[in-house]
């Protein structure tokens, strides 16, 4: 089939790459010049498979609920139709169904896992990763409170150990004991990686499979959904419908047996536009990079893989000789330079724990969208209208369940069995 991928960040590269190995003919659309340009750019980079399938994502945003004197956004200032989906997220974290959220998130992320190291052996692709995450407690209580999620992993075979504040500076030498530490988890088979590195090599591999790229184009429609034959999409600028372009031409309208929805932006409208309607927020999260200290005598100083502040929901990741912190969630979409007061809390967390450790100055600061759902899983598989598929709202955890996310969603549209069980992820778990 020829099939358009809608988005070409993580989500939209990785599905093309794993459509066009399964045979297909696929076309990426992306309204901006390149790759990884929104969402992708900069997010935590965790590979957090087994926090996320416990707690369901680091950053998820119920921090947009949380009182403004903890870091949130509180709920006088949301509106009804922002914080009313969040509520059913609350309600169903406490449902029976959180036990198989848990273990499809857990199947998924260690599908999604295996297949990102099956690649970068294949092509010895240069990868800026650090092994291990390491979760850090404050207090007894915010350790009481991950218990259930503690014994659920137990239960699962996953691999985690609860270190006091000396064991937790055994792992990371850098941390500093001015902050009052109590504990801290560590995961070492989740992991700190560079997504957007990931993206661009991925591209180069699809694009040697066929993959055609039309960057700078927005999709603005989309007919014959309903009809049964060739879907068609209406690209920015267009007027009329002509055939599909020849290559590096301007493409008005493309013509295509299938269609998969990966951008967090857009994706919500052209669904209603067809009649399908997501029970979705849009959210953005910030972060900043910053080159390490590196000279003599500081490098003990400075992070060696991933860490995750469990009170402010803000992680620390090693990317090569850089260091990224991210977190911080607010309503609606921001892109560009992200909001001061966001910045200073990351900044801050940063100089909790690791004090001096990086060139602060010469950070570049960042702040993009995400879609999530009301249950915090992704929507992979069919939207209910033919030829129409998603692999979307991911939520923070992208970068964990790209890989997998991209497999489960190319073995249905070719009618294949799906590695993962595909109800979970099923847009009908939500009607």
Same mark, same amino acid.
């Given at each position: 089939m020829?099939?358009?991928? #809608?988005?070409a960040?993580l989500?939209?590269?990785?599905s093309?790459?794993?459509l066009a190995?399964?045979? !297909?003919?696929?076309?990426?659309?992306?309204?901006?010049a390149?790759?990884?340009?929104?969402?992708?750019?900069?997010n935590g980079?965790?590979?957090?498979g @087994?926090?996320?399938a416990?707690w369901q994502?680091?950053g998820?945003?119920?921090?947009?609920?949380?009182?403004v004197?903890?870091g949130?956004?509180?709920?006088? @200032?949301?509106?009804?139709?922002?914080?009313?989906?969040w509520?059913?997220? +609350?309600?169903?974290?406490?449902?029976?169904?959180?036990?198989?959220? +848990?273990?499809?998130?857990?199947?998924l992320s260690r599908?999604?896992?295996a %297949?990102?190291?099956?690649?970068?052996l294949?092509w &010895?692709?240069?990868?800026e990763?650090?092994?291990?995450?390491?979760?850090?407690?404050?207090?007894?209580?915010e350790l009481?409170?991950?218990?259930?999620?503690?014994?659920?992993?137990?239960?699962?075979g996953?691999a985690?150990?609860?270190v006091?504040a000396e064991g937790?500076?055994?792992?990371?030498p850098?941390? &500093?004991?001015?902050?009052g530490? !109590?504990?801290a988890?560590?995961?070492?088979?989740?992991a700190a990686?560079? &997504?957007?590195?990931?993206? !661009?090599?991925?591209?180069?591999?699809?694009q040697a499979?066929g993959?055609r790229?039309?960057?700078q184009?927005?999709?603005?429609?989309l007919?014959?959904?309903?009809?049964g034959?060739?879907l068609?999409?209406?690209?920015?600028g267009? %007027?009329e419908?002509v055939?599909?372009a +020849?290559?590096?031409?301007?493409?008005?309208l493309l013509?295509?047996?299938?269609?998969?929805l990966?951008?967090?932006q857009?994706?919500?409208?052209l669904?209603?536009?067809l009649g399908? +309607?997501?029970?979705a927020?849009?959210?953005s999260?910030?972060?900043f990079?910053?080159?390490? %200290?590196?000279?003599?005598?500081?490098?003990?100083?400075t992070?060696r893989?991933? #860490?995750?502040d469990?009170?402010?929901?803000?992680?620390?990741a090693?990317?090569?000789?850089?260091?990224r912190v991210?977190?911080?969630v607010r309503?609606?979409?921001?892109?560009?330079?992200?909001?001061?007061?966001?910045? %200073?809390r990351?900044?801050r967390?940063?100089?909790?724990?690791?004090p001096?450790?990086?060139?602060?100055s010469?950070s570049?600061e960042?702040?993009?969208?995400r879609?999530?759902?009301?249950?915090g899983l992704?929507?992979?598989?069919?939207?209910?209208?033919?030829?129409?598929?998603?692999n979307t709202?991911h939520?923070?955890?992208?970068w964990?369940?790209a890989?997998?996310a991209a497999?489960?969603?190319?073995?249905?549209i070719?009618q294949q069995p799906a590695?993962?069980?595909?109800?979970p992820? @099923?847009?009908?778990?939500l009607?």
């Open positions: 020829h099939v358009a991928v #809608i988005g960040g989500a939209g590269v990785c093309a790459f794993e190995s399964a045979g !297909h003919q696929v076309t990426v659309v992306e309204r901006h390149g790759v990884a340009a929104e969402g992708s750019f900069a980079g965790l590979l957090a @087994a926090y996320t416990a994502a680091p998820l945003p119920t921090r947009l609920l949380a009182p004197q903890s949130g956004w509180g709920w006088q @200032a949301l509106r009804p139709s922002v914080w009313s989906p509520w059913r997220q +609350r309600q169903h974290r406490r449902s029976p169904r959180q036990a198989a959220s +848990r273990a499809a998130l857990l199947a599908l999604s896992r %297949r990102l190291d099956e690649l970068t294949r &010895s692709l240069a990868r990763q650090a092994e291990g995450l390491l979760v850090l407690l404050r207090t007894e209580r009481a409170q991950l218990r259930a999620g503690l014994d659920w992993l137990a239960e699962q996953v985690h150990h609860c006091d937790a500076r055994a792992i990371e850098g941390l &500093s004991t001015e902050p530490l !109590h504990a988890l560590h995961f070492p088979g989740d990686a560079n &997504s957007r590195q990931f993206v !661009h090599q991925l591209k180069t591999e699809a499979l993959v790229w039309l960057f184009h927005e999709v603005t429609g007919a014959g959904a309903h009809g034959g060739p068609q999409l209406s690209l920015a267009s %007027r419908p055939p599909p +020849r290559a590096g031409a301007p493409v008005p013509s295509v047996d299938a269609v998969v990966c951008a967090a857009g994706a919500p409208a669904l209603q536009s399908v +309607r997501l029970p927020v849009v959210h999260a910030c972060s990079t910053a080159p390490l %200290r590196l000279e003599d005598g500081l490098l003990d100083l992070p893989a991933a #860490i995750l469990q009170r402010q929901q803000i992680s620390i090693r990317q090569g000789d850089r260091v991210a977190g911080g309503p609606g979409v921001q892109l560009g330079r992200p909001p001061a007061a966001d910045m %200073r990351l900044y967390v940063l100089d909790d724990w690791f001096g450790a990086a060139h602060t010469r570049l960042w702040c993009g969208p879609l999530a759902v009301t249950d992704p929507l992979i598989g069919p939207s209910g209208v033919p030829g129409v598929w998603l709202a939520g923070a955890s992208g964990t369940l890989c997998g497999q489960q969603l190319a073995a249905q070719s590695p993962v069980d595909p109800a992820f @099923a847009l009908e778990r009607r």
